[in-house]
């Protein structure tokens, strides 16, 4: 068993919207899983997901109850094992993901719960000891999540695409977190549906627009730069989307830690101290998606051998030509490492609170790049402070302070008394000066983001001649339920100086049509 506080450290932490004090804690969910979704892929996929989601709401929750007829799985779980039996599997998954911090259960019992929620059907007769209950449903590309009594009719399951079903999931896990932490504003959803395909907001499932069959096409090469929460989300999406042909390749230089395990969905605790890239790789290799895992920075990606890679990707990068690229890094340094790239297509998805967001960076005048508004930070200014701090303490004072943090005190005695660059002090004293605060984050908002992402990939490399004219800016908000596409201008002051360089490069190709 694992302490509670770190896994529940970012999602208890404040945030826009929310109650400063926990509204309930050790809440208990009843999940009920009729017999035609419980044997369907979007059935399963939605109640997995929902679970993968649940059991990370560490502290908010205590036991999930799942009721389902027993069937063969279809899914294969997150940590990439093939699940044989539905839905014992998703306790194996839950104990995976949080070593037994929420309790799992596919047994039915009487006992009452705080939350019920129905996969696909409304019960015909509820129970006094469901407590608040919602219904849920989720298919193709549309998503619906509501009271029970607002739903218009029955739906039924009718493909493997893992879109709307993870939507769902996503909204279902935001409603018992905002009931459990408690809104200041924004409201609780009770009749809202969603397309991802068009980006329209109904209450009428029919009146949703479902998108194309995904299974079977092919991806091109993706470079997914920053695989924590958001980069978890996508490549959760991208395995399970049954392409027929993928390439991927992951780029981070950071490892697992507790407080990542209420939001990294493809990471467990086994997993813990190792290289974010290993877990996501771990996913899309099972799932049969080409993976080239690169554990370091973008600028040592571009400038390493990397040995391995797939030639004709290779030969791009060696010429600096990166066709997609999806941005999932969290800084502004790093944010214009990849602009300074200039991608081809190039994406990025982001949280901040309770909003997900992806942006389709349009590459033209007037649209704003992603290094508009992501200065970088001024990293070398803090790393002197620390410095400063550090040799202006008592020798005894800085041993305290130096163990306290888990650093190798010798190394950084040595680097203090010679400065010297390159060594692990340097190195040491950098990670933790440029470290950024814990700011809240929560699962579900990570996953609306990389829904987003997954969403503008596919309409711009996949369905561009059948996709709908979006705009570049795409937010859901589980704050109020709100989902919106918007445009938004580039900025003077940027250090790309973009408008400049995409001037340049629209001549460019003007001269050579001409």
Known sequence: ???????????????????????????????????????????????????????????????????????????????????????????????WAVNGAVTISTTQTDAAVDYTILVGEALSEPNLNDGHVLLLIGDGWRAWVGDPLCARRSVYPTTSNPLGPFLAAALAAGEIFKR????????????????????????????????????????????????????????????????SQAYVIPIDDDRYDDTNLNRCLLAGWSDLGHPKVDSISRMLLAEDVSVFPFFGTIKSYVGSGRTGLRSDVASQVDDLIFKIVVSCVDKGSPRQDIQGLWPHLLLGGSTLDLKAKSNLYMQQPGAACLACFNPRERDGERIRVLESRLRNMPPEERGCFLR???????????????????????????????????????????????????????????????????????????????????????????????????????????????
């Not at 940590?79 to 194996?92: E, S």
């Not at 888990?406 to 190394?411: M, P, T």
């Open 1 to 95: 068993m694992i302490a509670e506080n770190g896994i529940a450290h970012r999602h208890l932490l404040p945030a826009d919207g929310l109650e400063e004090m926990l509204q309930s804690e050790h809440q208990c969910v009843r999940i009920i899983v009729p017999e035609q979704w419980a044997s369907s892929y979007a059935g399963q996929l939605l109640t997995s997901c929902l679970v993968n989601l649940l059991c990370r709401q560490v502290k908010l929750i205590c036991r999930i109850e799942i009721i389902s007829p027993e069937t063969r799985a279809l899914i294969r779980l997150p940590n990439g094992d093939v699940a044989r039996d539905f839905p014992k599997c998703l306790k194996t998954m839950a104990d």
């Open 180 to 243: 459990s932490r408690g809104i200041l504003r924004g409201k609780f959803l009770t009749e809202a549906g969603y397309s991802l395909w068009s980006g329209a907001v109904s209450s009428d499932w029919d009146a949703l627009e479902d998108g194309p069959q995904i299974a079977g096409s092919a991806l091109p090469p993706v470079h997914l730069m920053g695989v924590g929460a958001v980069g978890n989300a996508l490549a959760y999406i991208i395995a399970n989307l049954g392409l």
């Open 404 to 514: 306290g943090h888990g650093f190798d005190v010798s190394a950084v005695e040595e680097y203090l008394s010679s400065a010297k660059c390159g060594s692990l002090g340097e190195a040491a004293l950098r990670d933790f000066a440029t470290l950024p605060p814990p700011e809240f984050s929560a699962g579900f908002v990570s996953l609306g983001a990389g829904l987003l992402l997954a969403t503008t990939l596919l309409q711009n490399a996949v369905f561009s001649e059948a996709g709908p004219r979006r705009r570049a800016m795409t937010t859901l908000n589980f704050l109020n339920g709100g989902f919106l596409d918007t445009g938004f201008g580039a900025d003077d002051e940027c250090d790309q100086r973009c408008q400049d360089h995409l001037s340049m490069r629209i001549s460019s190709e003007t001269r050579e049509l001409a």
